[in-house]
């Protein structure tokens, strides 16, 4: 276990919906990343949160958004869904925003996402 | 832009086995290198890293890998390999310039028969 939890686990959308989802991150971090991975690919980068302030942002559109709470949870939202976002939504914590730690990520087991 | 090269998708092998698993990354500059490990059911957790130092780097479970600058490669190795290790691996890069983000292969998938 690695203390990082992530809610929901399963979740089904139509196009053109939001989601949110949600993510705790392990106790004494405070960087928050997010990663997509569709079916038989490696995991994406699709943005960092380090105390509340995004901190670096992948190759995804404006669509993809996210927060950092002053407990350092975070949300992952994901506005007009399309087919292709389909996929296992995956979020890490780390103890630093900075790169000697950044390396260490701790990762939740998940959200998969369909949009049907 | 970076990327991760994984040579083969799928492996078998039998116990008791060597395993090499090929990562190339295709960044000229300084890197930090990953291989992560998922188990069926489980979530990545990190196998071995490499920052600097000696090229040859140990981890968990009698892992280790080693990163070959002029082959722009850091692949993965294990003596032998049990029925436990069956699992998807993943390598990793980390350039620092581009920011605190890791760009992943595609990831090997292990099998191995008992």
């Known amino acids: 276990e690695t203390g990082v939890t992530q809610s929901p686990t399963h979740l089904i959308k139509t196009r053109g919906q939001q989601v949110t989802l949600r993510c705790s991150s392990q106790?004494?971090?405070?960087?928050v990343s997010w990663y997509q991975q569709a079916l038989g690919q490696g995991p994406q980068f699709i943005f960092q949160?380090?105390?509340?302030?995004?901190?670096g942002r992948g190759n995804f559109p404006p669509r993809f958004s996210g927060l950092q709470f002053p407990n350092y949870s975070s949300e992952l939202n994901v506005n007009a869904l399309e087919l292709d976002d389909s996929a296992l939504y995956l979020c890490?914590?780390?103890?630093?925003?900075?790169?000697?730690?950044?390396?260490?990520?701790?990762f939740g087991e998940g959200s998969r996402l369909t949009v049907l | 832009a970076q990327s991760v090269s994984q040579h083969n998708h799928h492996v078998i092998l039998s116990e008791a086995a060597s395993l090499e698993l090929g990562c190339n990354y295709s960044?000229?500059?300084?890197?930090?290198l990953f291989w992560y490990v998922q188990y069926p059911g489980q979530h990545l957790q990190l196998l071995l890293k490499?920052?600097?130092?000696?090229?040859l780097v140990k981890g968990i479970k009698g892992f280790e890998a080693e990163f070959i600058k002029s082959k722009f490669s850091f692949n993965l190795r294990k003596p032998s390999v049990q029925w436990s290790d069956t699992a998807e691996y993943f390598c990793?890069?980390?350039?620092?310039?581009?920011?605190?983000?890791?760009?992943f292969g595609a990831g090997t998938i292990l099998r191995v028969k008992s």
């Open positions: 960044y000229g500059g300084t890197v930090n």
């Open positions: 106790s004494g971090h405070n960087t």
């Open positions: 990793a890069v980390m350039v620092e310039e581009y920011g605190n983000k890791l760009v």
């Open positions: 490499y920052f600097s130092g000696d090229p």
């Open positions: 890490a914590s780390s103890s630093t925003g900075g790169i000697d730690g950044a390396g260490e990520l701790f």
């Open positions: 949160y380090y105390r509340e302030e995004e901190n």
